[in-house]
C-alpha cells in the first residue's frame, strides 16, 4: 500500500474489520496527526450498513492500550510468569531460527509445530500467512479444525461448495428458521434482513437450547436439548414424507437419493425425535408441515451446531431439507452454512502444500494438551511450538493439562501477540504483532457476499510488524530462496485469488482502494437463486441426499490443514443422514450423568472474539465476570441464589463463575459464554477447562455442547 | 452497561438514532428518548447519527450523569417503541446551536 500521509487535518481511511466473524464489516478509520482517532462502520455497505459492533467500536482502544506488545521479548522468570526483557528483531528471529536450526539436526522438522487459526482473518495476514513457511520448514502440519469443518465436510457431501443463499436475501423468505444461531451476539449485520422479513410477514422460528435475544422476538422458540437436533430434522422429513408434502418435480430432477431416504427415514417419527430432544410430537409435526408449505423457505445455521458427537450428520440432514421442499427455487429460499465458496481463492497458492514433504505427519490442534503431554506417543515429540492468529489456553479443550505442558522447560515456544495473552506468558520468545489499522490486507467473508480492502491507517506502533512480514524475515534467516517467500503484502493480494473468475469481475484492486469493498459479480439479492435449477458441485450435479462422498470415508478439507490432504482420519460415514446421540449429553446416561448431570454449552460472549478484548476495560464492563447462566430450578435444587459464586465442574477441571438464574438456560443444561482470560478469573481457569477433547463424527469438529458438568456453591 | 441517551436530546428528538437501531431498543414519550437496557445490543449506531451527541456507552459517563442508566431503563420500560423517524421538534435547532454543535 501507498505510504500514509501524516498530516494535521482529520483523514478517513478505508479498513476492513479483522475478526474472526461472518459479517466482515467495511470500517472508516479516522486518523488525525499519524493518530488513529476513532473507527466508525461505513454507511454507504449495503450489508454492514455502517455499523460496526460492541467489540469494534472503539478500535483505537485495543491499538494504543498501554499493555500492547511492542517489542520483541524473551522469556526472564519461570513459564507462565509473564517475566519478558525487551530484545531487538535480530536477536528475536536469530533465537528462533537457530533453536529451530538445532531442533531440526537432533529430532527432524516435525518437532516443530505452527498453530494458528484467524486472529485476523484477512488473506495476507490470516488463515494461510505462515503455510508456505511451515511446510516449506517441513513441520508438523497442523489440522485447524476450529470452526465450521464439521459441518463444511457434512455440507460439502450434500450440495459441494456453493455459497448457497445470499444472506441479503433472507429479506425475501416466508419462514426463516434460525437453528442453533445467536445472530444478535455473532451474526449482528444479518438481522436486519431477517427482521425486515418478519416485518413483511414471514414467520421467524428459532431452535436453540437458549433463549436467546432472538429467539425473545420470533414468532416461535423450540427449545431442545444440546446434541439432538439431528432427531427433531431427521423427524420433519419424515413428516415431509409421510405426509406427501415433498416437490416431487424438484426432488426428481435436482436430488439423488430420495427412495432410500425415505425408506431410512421411516424410523424417526416425531414421537422417537420427541424422545430425543425434548420438543414435543406435535410441536415437530407441525414445524414440518409449516417448513414444507410456507415458500421459500430459508435456514440459518450457526457455527456451534457442529459440536456434538453427531454434529456432522446433523448438517447432512439440514442441508438435505430445502430440496425436498423446493426451498432452492426462489430467492429467500435454501441454507445459509458458509457463502465463503463464493470467493474464487487460489488456495493451492495460499497454501503451498507442494513445497511440504509428502506424508508430513499432521496433528489436530485440538489435541494440543495430549501432544504436549506426551499422550500420544509422538516420535518425534513436540520440541518447539509457534502461536499466531490464536490464543490456545482459551480455546482448545483441557486447559489444565495444556498448562501443564506449555510449562515444560525443554519446549522451546514463540508467541505473536497484541498482548501478553494466557498462552503468551508461558512464551520464550513474544513477538509483537500489528493491529488492523497497522498493516493492509484482503478481506473475504464467510457471512457475506462482499470483497472488502482494508488500507493501512498509521505506521506500525513500536516494533511491531504484520504476520507476513514475520514470515519474511523468518525465511530469510532460514534461507530460503524462492522468492515466493518474499511477496510483497500488495502482491499477496493480487495472487490470493482467480482474478479472471465470472465472480471478481469488473473488481481491481484499483476500484478497491476507491471504494474499499465489492459485491462479487453475481446477481442481486432479488434474483440470486443459484439451485432453482439445480446445478450442485457435488460429483452428481444434484443434492445428494445419499452422499456419494461419504464412501471416501470422513475427511477435513485441505483449506483446514495447511492444503494437506495427507493422513485423513477415513472413518466410516453413514451415506444417509443418520441421527447419532450425544456422547456425554444424554439424559439416560446414569454414569456419568449422576455425578455430573447437567449438559455446558460455552458459546461466544456478546462483548469478546473469543479472548479478544477480554483484557480491554470497555468490554470486560459491559460483559462483566465471567457467569454461568443457570435455570431457576437447578439453582433451587442445589441452594444457589442468582450472583452467588458457583464452582463448575467435571472430570477434566473446574472453573469458578458468577451464577445468572435465569430461564434463558433450558432446565438440565448450564451456560457460561467463553473468552474471558484465566489470569483474571476468580480460580485461574476458564470454561475451556471442562472442555472434551473428543471429535463430532464428521471434519474433527470438537464436541464442546456435548459436555456433561456440575455446579455447586463455591 | 449499555447505551444510554442523556439530557442532550431534551426538547430535539431528532430521531435519527431510530432509523439505525437494529434491534428497535428505543422508547419516548413527546420530548425525549430512552434506550431499553435489555434489548440494546451495544453496536453503537446510534453514537455517531445523532445531531446533538445525546447518546453514550454507559461506561463513557462522567459520574454526575450516571443516573441517566436508571433513568433510561425505567423509562423505556414505562414508554412505547419509538421506530420510526418523526420531525425534530420545533425547539430542535435552537437546541443543537446551543449546544454549539
Partial sequence: ?714 | MPHVVTENCDQCRFTECVTVCPVACFHGDQTHLYIDPDVCIDCGACVPVCPVKAILDSIDLEPAREHWIALNQERAKALPVVRDKTEPLPTAAATRESLGL
Avoid at chain 1, 55 to 79: D, I, S
Fill in chain 1, 1 to 714: 500500500m501507498s505510504a500514509v500521509p501524516i498530516t494535521a487535518a482529520e483523514q478517513t481511511v478505508l479498513g476492513a474489520c479483522p475478526h474472526d466473524c461472518p459479517d466482515t464489516c467495511s470500517m472508516l478509520v479516522k486518523v488525525r496527526d499519524g493518530k488513529v482517532t476513532g473507527v466508525q462502520g461505513n454507511p454507504d455497505h449495503p450489508f454492514t450498513r455502517g455499523r460496526l459492533c460492541t467489540k469494534t467500536n472503539h478500535y483505537q482502544e485495543r491499538v494504543y492500550h498501554a499493555e500492547r506488545v511492542l517489542y520483541p521479548m524473551r522469556r526472564t522468570g519461570p513459564k507462565g510468569n509473564a517475566q519478558f526483557e525487551r530484545i531487538g528483531w535480530p536477536e528475536a528471529i536469530d533465537t528462533i531460527t537457530s533453536r529451530w536450526k538445532g531442533i531440526i539436526k537432533e529430532h527432524g522438522p516435525t518437532a516443530i509445530m505452527p498453530y494458528s487459526y484467524l486472529g485476523t482473518q484477512g488473506l495476507v495476514n490470516g488463515l494461510t500467512v505462515g503455510d508456505p513457511f511451515f511446510n516449506k520448514l517441513g513441520a508438523t502440519i497442523s489440522e485447524r479444525t476450529f470452526c465450521d469443518s464439521g459441518a463444511c465436510t457434512a455440507y460439502i457431501m450434500t450440495v459441494g461448495p456453493t455459497p448457497g443463499m445470499d444472506p441479503e436475501s433472507f429479506q425475501h423468505s416466508k419462514l426463516i428458521i434460525l437453528w442453533a444461531c445467536n445472530i444478535l451476539s455473532t451474526n449482528a449485520h444479518m438481522w436486519p434482513f431477517v427482521e425486515m422479513a418478519q416485518r413483511n410477514g414471514a414467520k421467524l422460528v428459532v431452535i436453540d437450547p437458549v433463549r436467546t435475544q432472538a429467539a425473545q422476538v420470533a414468532d416461535q422458540h423450540i427449545r431442545i436439548r444440546p446434541g439432538t437436533d439431528a432427531a427433531l430434522a431427521l423427524a420433519m422429513m419424515n413428516v415431509i414424507i409421510g405426509e406427501d408434502l415433498v416437490d416431487r418435480d424438484y426432488v426428481d430432477n435436482y436430488s439423488v437419493g430420495f427412495d432410500e431416504l425415505a425408506a431410512h427415514v421411516r424410523q424417526y417419527t416425531p414421537e422417537f425425535a420427541a424422545e430425543a430432544t425434548g420438543v414435543p410430537a406435535e410441536v415437530i409435526r407441525q414445524l414440518a408441515r409449516d417448513y414444507a408449505k410456507t415458500q421459500p423457505s430459508a435456514i440459518r445455521i450457526g457455527v456451534a451446531i457442529e459440536r456434538s458427537a453427531g454434529g456432522g450428520q446433523l448438517v447432512r440432514a439440514l442441508t438435505c431439507l430445502p430440496a425436498l421442499v423446493g426451498a432452492w427455487r426462489k430467492p429467500g429460499g435454501g441454507i445459509l452454512q458458509l457463502p465463503l465458496w463464493a470467493f474464487p481463492m487460489n488456495w493451492p497458492g495460499l497454501h503451498r502444500a507442494d513445497l511440504a514433504t509428502p506424508g508430513t505427519r499432521v496433528l489436530n490442534q485440538w489435541e494440543l494438551a495430549r501432544a504436549l503431554a506426551g499422550d500420544l506417543g509422538l516420535d518425534p515429540p513436540l520440541k518447539s511450538l509457534f502461536v499466531y492468529n490464536s490464543n490456545p489456553l482459551i480455546v482448545a479443550p483441557d486447559q489444565a493439562r495444556l498448562q501443564r505442558g506449555l510449562s515444560r522447560d525443554d519446549l522451546f515456544t514463540v508467541v505473536s501477540e497484541h498482548f501478553i495473552t494466557d498462552t503468551a506468558r508461558f512464551a520464550d520468545i513474544v513477538l509483537p504483532a500489528t493491529t488492523q489499522v497497522e498493516q493492509a490486507d484482503l478481506m473475504f467473508s464467510w457471512g457475506q457476499l462482499y470483497l472488502t480492502l482494508n488500507q493501512q491507517a498509521v505506521p506500525p506502533l513500536g516494533e511491531a510488524i504484520s504476520n507476513s512480514e514475520l514470515f519474511r524475515r523468518l525465511a530469510r534467516a532460514m534461507g530460503f530462496d524462492d522468492p515466493l517467500f518474499y511477496r510483497s503484502d500488495e502482491q499477496l493480494m493480487q495472487e490470493s485469488m482467480d482474478w479472471t473468475s465470472p465472480a471478481l469481475q469488473g473488481i481491481t484492486m484499483e476500484s478497491l482502494k476507491e471504494k474499499g469493498y465489492a459485491r462479487l459479480n453475481l446477481p442481486s439479492h432479488d434474483e440470486y437463486a443459484p439451485h432453482a435449477q439445480g446445478n450442485f458441485p457435488t460429483p452428481s450435479g444434484k443434492v445428494e441426499l445419499k452422499a456419494s462422498m461419504a464412501a471416501g470415508g470422513n475427511f477435513v478439507l485441505p483449506v483446514f490443514r495447511q492444503g494437506s490432504n495427507d493422513h485423513q482420519d477415513g472413518g466410516p460415514v453413514h451415506a444417509l443422514p443418520t441421527f447419532i446421540a450425544p456422547r456425554e449429553s444424554q439424559p439416560a446416561s446414569a454414569g456419568q450423568g449422576a455425578r455430573y448431570p447437567l449438559s455446558m454449552m460455552s458459546p461466544k460472549s456478546h462483548s469478546f472474539l473469543n479472548s479478544e478484548y477480554a483484557n480491554i476495560r470497555r468490554q470486560r464492563a459491559h460483559a462483566g465476570e465471567q457467569f454461568v447462566m443457570i435455570h431457576p430450578d437447578d439453582a433451587l435444587s442445589r441452594g444457589i441464589a442468582a450472583g452467588a459464586a458457583v464452582k463448575v465442574e467435571n472430570s477434566r477441571g473446574a472453573f469458578v463463575a458468577v451464577a445468572k438464574v435465569t430461564d434463558e438456560a433450558m432446565r438440565g443444561v448450564v451456560i457460561a459464554p467463553m473468552g474471558q482470560w484465566m489470569s483474571t478469573s476468580r480460580a485461574n481457569a476458564t470454561p475451556a477447562a471442562l472442555n472434551p477433547i473428543a471429535y463430532a463424527d464428521l471434519g474433527r469438529a470438537p464436541t464442546f455442547s456435548d459436555n456433561l458438568v456440575q455446579v455447586s456453591l463455591a
